[in-house]
């Protein structure tokens, strides 16, 4: 079975930093474009961050310049390291990855459980 696990979220104050973690274990042949996205509370999730195979990143605009999006090919790990926190960032963070499963055709999109973010004083 294929899993998509993230960890490191928390309970930050305002200005703090936190960096998340994806990683993905399983059949998988190939790991292409991850990306992290967030839902406040409500019915909505958007895109954070995405990075492709090669390392070309694409950030929302309202995080631009305070959070990094990496990855570890090698570990088939992704990273968002998130600095300068606002309260705005609160949301349950999650990551998804586009997978070629071993003994399938194609790219398909996997999401991990979610973590949380809250930043708070």
């Known amino acids: 079975q294929v899993q998509v696990a993230e960890s490191g979220g928390g309970l930050v104050q305002p200005g703090g930093s936190l960096r998340l973690s994806c990683a993905v274990s399983?059949?998988?042949?190939?790991?292409?474009?991850m990306g992290w996205y967030r839902q406040a509370p409500g019915p909505e999730r958007v895109l954070v961050a995405d990075?492709?195979?090669?390392?070309?990143?694409n950030y929302a605009d309202s995080v631009k310049g305070r959070f990094t999006i990496s990855r570890d090919n090698d570990k088939n790990t992704v990273y968002l390291q998130m600095n300068s926190l606002k309260p705005e960032d609160t949301a349950v963070y999650y990551c998804?990855?586009?997978?070629?499963?071993?003994?399938?055709?194609?790219?398909?999109?996997?999401w991990g459980q979610g973590t949380q973010v809250t930043v708070s004083s």
């Open positions: 399983g059949s998988v042949f190939r790991i292409q474009t």
């Open positions: 990075i492709t195979s090669g390392g070309s990143a």
């Open positions: 998804k990855a586009g997978l070629k499963i071993v003994g399938n055709t194609g790219v398909h999109s996997y």
